[in-house]
T-cell receptor, first 111, second 112 residues
Framework: DAGVIQSPRHEVTEMGQEVTLRCKPI?????LFWYRQTMMRGLELLIY????????DSGMPEDRFSAKMPNASFSTLKIQPSEPRDSAVYFC?????????FGSGTRLTVV | SQKIEQNSEALNIQEGKTATLTCNYT??????LQWYRQDPGRGPVFLLL?????KEKRKERLKVTFDTTLKQSLFHITASQPADSATYLC???????????FGSGTRLSIRP
């Protein structure tokens, strides 16, 4: 198994633009999580899905952020419009039986 | 409010010594606690899980303890090596078994 696959690895965009981050979880894992990591706030849970259904989005910072999981093998995190304070590394993780596997992350820079 | 904390932001020790990292939690009682390793530019990688009814767990040179009275877990690396240099994060389930929250991490540096 190739693990959790995220794309792109790096994204640089201008303020106000739409950004879409992508994630392919490990096959057979029924839970998927989006985290954001910054020096100031560490690793923060944004949203998680169980069997493709959003369960808890209380960590999503504001309405500019949205996430979807149309099927068991794909999820997106969208930011529209993006702002400089959204700059961070965004991680996707999938889990089975409480054990998490993380992707390599997307480093987002909003200028 | 419920919090998980790793009080040491960074730890520097000599190769061959035992590294000990601390994780504290307040205002809740997690059923288990996990430790992860994170290298620069990579996602966290799961290392060990210890349950509330377990006092200690070992894996090769790693040892984790879980003291539910002190609300604390200790993570030990014995015979440390420069390759052990990384950031180590603790994590616990929070409000539901399906999601976990992370401490801020301790950056461990092992000097030759």
């Amino acid at each position: 198994d190739a693990g959790v696959i995220q794309s792109p690895r790096h994204e640089v965009t201008e303020m106000g633009q739409e950004v879409t981050l992508r994630c392919k979880p490990i096959s057979g894992h029924n839970s998927l999580f989006w985290y954001r990591q910054t020096m100031m706030r560490g690793l923060e849970l944004l949203i998680y899905f169980n069997n493709n259904v959003p369960i808890d989005d209380s960590g999503m910072p504001e309405d500019r952020f949205s996430a979807k999981m149309p099927n068991a093998s794909f999820s997106t995190l969208k930011i529209q419009p993006s702002e400089p304070r959204d700059s961070a590394v965004y991680f996707c993780a999938s889990s089975s039986l409480g054990l998490y596997t993380f992707g390599s992350g997307t480093r987002l820079t909003v200028v | 409010s419920q919090k998980i904390e790793q009080n040491s932001e960074a730890l520097n020790i000599q190769e061959g010594k035992t590294a000990t990292l601390t994780c504290n939690y307040t205002n809740y009682s997690p059923a288990y606690l996990q430790w992860y390793r994170q290298d620069p530019g990579r996602g966290p990688v799961f290392l060990l899980l210890i349950r509330e009814n377990e006092k200690e767990k070992r894996k090769e040179r790693l040892k984790v303890t879980f003291d539910t009275t002190l609300k604390q877990s200790l993570f030990h690396i014995t015979a440390s090596q420069p390759a052990d240099s990384a950031t180590y994060l603790c994590a616990t389930p929070y409000s539901s078994a399906s999601k976990i929250i992370f401490g801020s991490g301790t950056r461990l540096s092992i000097r030759p």
